[in-house]
């Protein structure tokens, strides 16, 4: 029988060393493929139309309004069992892939109508395409699980590194050979199904053979249930990031899809990196602490209050320096797009406890609740992007955006607390993920705006000034500042630097 230990750690490394060695591992693989992503979505502004990434868009965005219960959410559920995953592998896949085949049908039937709605010939080409996408991610279910189980996050950061990066530079090449809008789409689905064949021959098979069950064990129709509420759950938290787009390419056209898709792409970018990564990694390791809540809750709490102070100050410097950036890098084409950052970019701030906070969801094989959290999330926004879309018809696209901004604002507060609930910890426990890094951030950053706006006119120097001294003001004053303010914070800072430094291969 398989036991913790197959898919655990060894004596000699604790959970928090492998949260730290796989967070850095992970975050860097994110990094890496952000920063070539960044490089090659530069490039591509430069070589493509804004419309050509709105067709692209619209096109994943259908898919994933099509996509009800995606792959990756049953590995989420065979995670939370790590003891059986292998006995549950056959019957997951066989369900996974007749699901992949219903969602695929249904997206292909609705694709005509899409196009003619949209009024837009090239979506019928861009979701043919696209079609192929939930393919690759059913092959990715098996050697993905048993990979984050094992707690193998250098080996799929490494494989995640080298694919995105030949998926980016095969995009630039396609787009400079008047590809369009393909040149988005294709190379991200080929190299992911690469991703998935070098995954499978890394994770290979487990040998042993579960004869006698656990008490916890789980039957078929336990598991769909689990996969059922998961992938719902799943559906209904990208449901926001679909129907943001969908509902500005009713309101507006494809251009104004193109620009939010590039502000929130570069607005996302910190939280992708950190928060989103850090989610992926602690969820396994949650589901190795069992049923121990209390210390389940303590190293969540924990795990955020060390994120917000990452991606809080560097939303905030997103959000100031967008217009300088825009100026000094970027074709004047896309000047729309920069308010979108600044307010997406602010939204972004309050973010970073999502993803860990559904991972423990998840771990704890809560999936009832994170699909209610979600679902509730989901109709107030889109509710609220319906009615200022249609009372300020002119502003549709920005206003949109805002809501969408807003959303995690009201949010990810009650996402931590969902997650903590019943653990012995305090509201104020709760709050103070939020307030210590907001103000250390506040009161780091805007100084450096205020004199920049203050001294100087608009224009190109300004713009140098102000991409140059408001980040070195703020890497000078905000350790200080967070350890004032934060003193616990800071520390585990601290400790997450020194961790760093001792086990940099690990």
Known sequence: MLGRGDFALNSNRSLGQVAVSGGLWTGLQVVVNKLVSLGGTVVMMYLLDPSDFGVAMLATSVLAMATLLPAFTLSDVLISRPEEIERLMGTASRICLLVTLATVVLFLCASPWIASDFEEPRLLEACVIVAARPFVEWMLLGPQTRLRARLAFKEMASVDALTQTLATVCGIAMAWAGCGYVSIILPQIVFAAARAWLLSRISGRTPAVITVRSPNSVGTGRLLRDYVLSGLGQYVHGGLLMATPLLIGNFEDESSVGLYTNAFNLSAAINVVVAVSMGMVLQPIFAQMGADRLRQAAAFLRACRVIAAISMPVCMLQAVLAPAGFELFLPARWSGAIFMTQVLCLGQMFYFPVNPAMGLLKAQGRFGAFFCWQTIQLVIAVALMVIVGKTVPDHAAILIVAV???????????????????????????????????????????????????????????????????????????????????????????????RFRSHPRR
């Open 404 to 498: 969408a901004a807003i959303t995690p604002l009201l949010s990810s507060p009650v996402g931590v607390w969902l997650s903590v609930r019943g653990a012995s910890t305090t509201r104020f426990g709760v709050a103070a993920v939020f307030v210590a890094p907001l103000l250390a951030s506040s009161l780091c950053i805007l100084p450096g705006l205020i004199l920049s706006r203050s001294l100087m006119q608009p224009g190109t120097l300004r713009a140098v000034f102000e991409l140059v001294l408001i980040p070195l003001l703020a890497l000078v004053t905000y350790p200080p500042m967070l350890r004032i303010l934060s003193p616990s914070c800071h520390a585990d800072l601290l400790v997450l630097v020194a």
